[in-house]
């Protein structure tokens, strides 16, 4: 049986489609990254929704930088929804943005800087003045467009420690930001990391977030494809239909631990 070498100090864990999935609210999630930068105790953030895990069976490097991280974390409420149906419940949905902005709002407070890195230019320049709006008293240690080569990584990450910044938060598609995060996170030296996906796209206006009712019926997504149904539609069928067949798999036979299919290994989270 493979260990778990995540923090003990979460309190309770959920293993669903073979991914340890912390069973934490959002408060409760709050606290443990605050706890982890005061500690200067490097916490690595990965969420997950319904595509995710399906094309977490499909692609083993998004696997395997998904489940290297401190805390896993229920971004889709389709996940919630399997706890359930599942006898292994997750208290709440924890969504990636919301936890964003709570934690732009705690370092604001709290005088701790942030990174940002991701999204285009022109987006990621209009998301850092939004942000500069909302977040009056918030120090950006720095920020830069997530349109990079794999061989420039290195550079970035010691651009990012470099800066000082305490929170890193990564505003790019899967599975690009989960891979920098393993490769990378502890070379950038910040104590948080985050990846976030399109939120700097929704904080820059760019695209529209679904209204809370659509988000508390689990139709986010639906929200999404009709923005971009050429792009989007056909994608979001597709991964929904076979994450409700995956979900049916798992009530007659749950799924080994990714670890143990693709283990983490010392040679792939850069030390």
């Not at 991914?19 to 990254?33: F, K, N």
């Not at 999204?119 to 467009?145: I, N, T, Y």
């Not at 989960?178 to 996906?197: D, M, Q």
């Amino acid at each position: 049986m493979t260990s778990d070498p995540r923090p003990q100090n979460v309190t309770k864990r959920q293993t669903l489609f073979g991914v340890r999935i912390d069973a934490l609210t959002m408060d409760e999630t709050v606290t443990r990254c605050l706890a982890a930068v005061r500690a200067g105790e490097r916490l690595e953030i990965g969420v997950v929704n319904a595509a995710k895990l399906v094309n977490m069976w499909r692609d083993p490097a998004l696997a395997q930088a998904v489940s290297g991280c401190d805390l896993v974390l229920a971004d889709g409420q389709a996940v919630v929804w399997a706890g359930r149906l599942l006898r292994r419940p997750l208290p709440e949905r924890v969504a990636g943005i919301d936890l964003f902005t709570r934690l732009l709002g705690e370092a604001e407070t709290a005088g701790l800087s942030v990174y940002l890195l991701g999204a285009k230019q022109p987006v990621l320049d209009e998301m850092v003045r939004r942000v500069a709006v909302r977040f009056p008293g918030l120090r950006v240690a720095g920020s830069r467009h997530g349109y990079f080569d794999d061989a420039d990584q290195p550079a970035i990450a010691d651009a990012i420690a470099e800066s000082g910044a305490h929170m890193l938060f990564l505003g790019m598609t899967s599975p690009k930001k989960e891979i920098f995060t393993a490769g990378y996170g502890e070379r950038s030296k910040v104590a948080l990391v985050h990846g976030v996906g399109g939120s700097f796209d929704v904080l820059a206006g760019v695209t529209r977030r679904a209204p809370e009712r659509w988000q508390r019926l689990g139709f986010e997504w639906l929200y999404r494809a009709l923005q971009e149904p050429r792009r989007l539609g056909r994608r979001y069928l597709t991964t929904n239909i076979s994450f409700a067949l995956m979900t049916g798999r798992e009530l007659i036979r749950p799924r080994p631990l990714i670890t143990q299919v693709t283990p983490v290994t010392t040679a792939s989270r850069e030390s």
